[in-house]
């Protein structure tokens, strides 16, 4: 046994107790860091957090886009029981008018306009002339406030 490390001669014969006398406690090995070592990992937290930042951005943005759509949702919740179906259609005409054509919406009055708001979203709403709603007064108008909230969150722009 050329190899001091393995000779352990000096130890023979010896009880447990003393061998337990002999031993010397264990260093505490240094803590392990959470930062990463390398520059590769550094550009992979850069990408996620270009990532995260650009999609929070995108989120904000379209946020932006659409906010006369929360500005009329919260225009028609404002309304009061007694409302005119006028205000409703008047509310959901300045909408549109944000992004649509003037030539194209401006005008549109009575059955034609109730074609183009339904032609606009999916078969759960159908609105009703809104002139003969106004003189109708047991038209159902938590229901007709609920329709173009529907409305205001569903629609698609036409292009």
């Given at each position: ?93 300045r909408c549109l008018l944000s992004h649509t ?24 709403v159908t609105f009703t002339d809104f002139y ?28």
């Open positions: 046994m050329g190899d001091n490390a393995t000779d352990n001669s000096d130890l023979e014969g010896l009880e447990i107790y003393q061998l337990f006398e002999l031993m010397q406690p264990l260093e505490a090995a240094d803590p392990i860091s959470m930062i990463p070592q390398g520059p590769g990992w550094w550009v992979l937290m850069g990408l996620i957090l270009l990532l995260l930042g650009l999609l929070l951005g995108w989120r904000y943005y379209r946020r932006y886009q659409n906010r006369y759509r929360l500005y009329a949702i919260a225009e028609i919740n404002a309304l009061g029981d007694d409302y005119n179906p006028l205000e409703i259609s008047a509310i959901l005409k054509p003037r030539t194209e919406v401006a005008a549109l009055t009575g059955e034609p306009w109730c074609e183009y708001l339904n032609a606009r979203v999916d078969n759960r003969l709603l106004r003189k109708s007064h047991n038209f159902d108008r938590a229901a007709l406030k609920r329709q173009a909230i529907y409305w205001l969150e569903n629609y698609t722009v036409a292009t």
